[in-house]
């Protein structure tokens, strides 16, 4: 008797637990909202070198949103070639700050580009680790819209490390 209610305790506590482990799903909605709090201040960028790292930037969120998993061959393509401008254009940042914010940002999308179906740990150390220096970072912006960018940018890969 004891062994039968042993195992139909498990039996009915086993898929809660499976539950309670699965990696939460990132927001569509509040990742939505970031990405167009962010695409709509990015418009207003004058200076020219800083709004083409933004514009890649958010070419890659724009193409990263709402798909989970391995990216499609095509997709990636067109991410690369985003990165590919972003990284080039961050090589040339004077300013530490900025320049530590935009090392983590690319560290992160180096990450996803590379990425297969799931992240090994050293790849998830990687996110959390660049994640981290982003936060710290953000925190101590002055500017309200470089500061409103930058916690957009921060908000959506909180969601992407999260769903990890």
Do not use: Y
């Not at 320049?99 to 992240?119: D, S």
């Not at 710290?136 to 930058?150: F, G, M, P």
């Amino acid at each position: 008797m004891r062994l039968t209610n042993f195992l139909l305790a498990a039996i009915i506590a086993a898929p809660a637990v499976v539950w309670a482990q699965q990696a939460p799903k990132p927001s569509a909605p509040a990742a939505k909202a970031s990405f167009d709090a962010m695409q709509a201040n990015v418009a207003k960028i004058t200076d020219p070198a800083e709004k083409e790292r933004w514009q890649a930037n958010t070419a890659m969120w724009q193409t990263k949103i709402g798909r989970t998993g391995k990216l499609e061959p095509a997709d990636l393509a067109k991410m690369q070639a985003s990165f590919d401008t972003m990284k080039a254009n961050v090589g040339k940042i004077t300013e530490p700050a900025e320049k530590e914010r935009w090392q983590a940002n690319t560290a992160m999308w180096q990450v996803v580009l590379g990425q297969g179906a799931t992240l090994t740990p050293g790849e998830l150390s990687t996110l959390n680790a660049s994640l981290a220096t982003m936060k710290a970072n953000v925190a101590k912006i002055t500017e309200a819209s470089e500061k409103a960018r930058w916690q957009a940018n921060r908000d959506l890969w909180q969601s992407i490390v999260k769903a990890k």
